[in-house]
T-cell receptor, first 112, second 112 residues
Framework: DQQVKQNSPSLSVQEGRISILNCDYTNSMFDYFLWYKKYPAEGPTFLISISSIKDKNEDGRFTVFLNKSAKHLSLHIVPSQPGDSAVYFC???????????FGTGTLLAVQP | DVKVTQSSRYLVKRTGEKVFLECVQD?????MFWYRQDPGLGLRLIYF???????EKGDIPEGYSVSREKKERFSLILESASTNQTSMYLC???????????FGSGTRLTVV
């Protein structure tokens, strides 16, 4: 049973526009959420995170929004750049378990 | 910067072989993890270790075992490789004081 879901396998946007990547989860015990970015033939790299006590966290061009009632989070990238083209994974964690549960990933393509 | 090093980028093994995937981290992290990444399935947790000589099964442990004799090294063992274990294998480590994982670059294993 997939506890963390990314329903869009791929997304294509124009350079300079906003990219919105979505993630849904089913486990209400998750209390920390992270986004990772992965280029081909490389390991995932940490992008941004949010605690369940917040509804927004911003870091430069990247903003993560959390809607606990809907069990939904989203990653906004503004403005999108061609170098942002990668697979983005949403991940969630329950407190002290130390296990990250990952979604299936969304392939973002930013067209010049 | 934390480094997580996976010994091989690409491996080709025959069905039935015993395969060792090695992972070393240089930041004295307590927690280490093995994931596999497959198209459409995201990252799935195979095994993890909270500390030396400790190990826990993840979501898909069948056909795998692990060894953690030293804090810096976490080995994944495929007891008898099968074609359905062809995948990208990713090792990660984590300091218990923060949530983020640091991943290695991955090992692309092909079983023929």
């Amino acid at each position: 049973d997939q506890q963390v879901k990314q329903n869009s396998p791929s997304l294509s946007v124009q350079e300079g526009r906003i990219s919105i990547l979505n993630c849904d989860y089913t486990n209400s015990m998750f209390d920390y959420f992270l986004w990772y970015k992965k280029y081909p033939a490389e390991g995932p790299t940490f992008l941004i995170s949010i605690s369940s006590i917040k509804d927004k966290n911003e870091d430069g061009r990247f903003t993560v929004f959390l809607n606990k009632s809907a069990k939904h989070l989203s990653l906004h990238i503004v403005p999108s750049q061609p170098g942002d083209s990668a697979v983005y994974f949403c991940a969630a964690m329950v407190g002290a378990t130390n296990k990250l549960i990952f979604g299936t990933g969304t392939l973002l393509a930013v067209q010049p | 910067d934390v480094k997580v090093t996976q010994s091989s980028r690409y491996l080709v093994k025959r069905t039935g072989e015993k395969v060792f995937l090695e992972c070393v981290q240089d930041m004295d992290h307590e927690n280490m993890f093995w994931y596999r990444q497959d198209p459409g399935l995201g990252l799935r947790l195979i095994y993890f270790s909270y500390d030396v000589k400790m190990k826990e099964k993840g979501d898909i442990p069948e056909g795998y075992s692990v060894s953690r004799e030293k804090k810096e090294r976490f080995s994944l063992i495929l007891e008898s490789a099968s074609t359905n274990q062809t995948s990208m294998y990713l090792c990660a480590s984590r300091d218990i004081s923060n949530y983020g994982y640091t991943f290695g670059s991955g090992t692309r294993l092909t079983v023929v």
